[in-house]
């Protein structure tokens, strides 16, 4: 995992990419992280357009839904973490994490968190 390319300096201004296909969830996430300090790069809508956007715009952190009508998010997280890329990936759903079992561990991505209880403070949390 591409992790040791963060830097840990109060200065440091996250910077997210958005995965999801709602435009509503996308622009609800948006103006929470950028109101709690995060630089959100940009957004897609499917799992192509986020691994296109992910190589093109290099997020620190992609927030990825773990459905998407091309691909699974575990799918496109495992690509992400696997591809070189200095990329954390953040899975979000509407379902509770627990309903996805080893799935979230074994993609690779940092962490699980519920749409309802998304919030830059749980973003941070699982950032190293």
Do not use: N
């Not at 897609?44 to 839904?65: F, K, N, Y």
């Not at 079992?101 to 940092?110: D, I, T």
């Amino acid at each position: 995992m591409g992790w040791a390319c963060l830097v840990c300096d109060d200065e440091y201004v996250t910077t997210v990419l958005i995965v999801d296909d709602h435009p509503s969830f996308r622009a609800t996430a948006r103006a929470l992280l950028e109101a709690e300090g995060f630089d959100v790069l940009g957004e897609a809508s499917d799992g192509r357009a986020a691994i296109e956007a992910a190589e093109e715009l290099r997020p620190d952190v992609v927030l990825l839904d773990v459905q998407l009508p091309d691909q699974t998010g575990f799918d496109v997280a495992s690509r992400l973490t696997g591809d070189g890329l200095c990329v954390g990936v953040i899975l979000v759903s509407s379902r509770d994490g627990s309903d996805y079992g080893p799935l979230v561990e074994e993609s690779g991505a940092l962490g699980f968190v519920p749409k309802a209880e998304l919030s830059g403070d749980r973003i941070a949390a699982l950032i190293p």
